[in-house]
């Protein structure tokens, strides 16, 4: 069964840490994307990437990078965490050839900054 | 500014009868479309698709139905069952980078009621 895993279920950090969400995915997908969901704005992109090493700013990548360094693994990195940064992260992933916008998500990291 | 949105926040329906989920648009660059359905503590899954030179796509109980010039798109569930209880976001995407970014709507979280 092919998956995208994000590595937390639940995350609770502190104001001013760097936090890491890490997400892995076995399919040999091409793009990567990391998105939050938030009550009443639905899912909005952070970054994404289409390949090793590449990386595009989404519509709010602010107080956000990431980091491709192997095809399977993308990770989103918080500078210096903020209450305004407590939010559902997802994860996913596409293929080039495979069925436009079919996206495989994973679960989602519930991450509190406190 | 909410590229995709979707109205009704939540829509209730009894079980046997049609499901009408509407979402409307405003970037006219968006030719593809998607239909995601999410459950509670999974990541969305994709549903249905459909692209601008189509203005219905449908497979089995589910429908979408594309009105271009009213940037205007709706998904029907005939008949409805109580496992389509979930969240259910619209997404589009247009030519730049492939068609591989989407920008999703806000969700609709749709009950039916047994």
């Known amino acids: 069964d092919v998956k995208v895993t994000q590595s937390s279920r639940y995350l609770v950090k502190r104001t001013g840490e760097k936090v890491f969400l890490e997400c892995v995915q076995d399919m040999d997908h091409e793009n990567m994307f990391w998105y939050r969901q938030d009550p009443g704005l639905g899912l909005r992109l952070i970054y994404f990437s289409y390949d090793v090493k590449m990386k595009e700013k989404g519509d709010i990548p602010e107080g956000y990078s990431v980091s491709r360094e192997k095809k399977e693994r993308f990770s989103l990195i918080l500078e210096s965490a903020s209450t305004n940064q407590t939010s559902m992260y997802l994860c996913?992933?596409?293929?080039?050839?495979?069925?436009?916008?079919?996206?495989?998500f994973g679960s989602g990291t519930r991450l509190t900054i406190v | 500014d909410q590229q995709v949105k979707q109205n009704s926040p939540s829509l209730s329906v009894q079980e046997g009868r049609i499901s009408i989920l509407n979402c409307d648009y405003t970037n006219s660059m968006f030719d593809y479309f998607l239909w995601y359905k999410k459950y509670p503590a999974e990541g969305p899954t994709f549903l249905i698709s459909?692209?601008?030179?189509?203005d219905k796509n449908e497979d089995g109980r589910f429908t979408v139905f594309l009105n271009k010039s009213a940037k205007h798109l709706s998904l029907h569930i005939v008949p409805s069952q109580p496992g389509d209880s979930a969240v259910y976001f619209c997404a589009a995407s247009a030519p730049d980078f492939g068609n591989e970014k989407l920008t999703f709507g806000t969700g609709t979280r749709l009950t039916i009621i047994p």
């Open positions: 459909i692209s601008s030179i189509k």
């Open positions: 996913a992933s596409s293929s080039e050839h495979g069925t436009l916008g079919g996206y495989t």
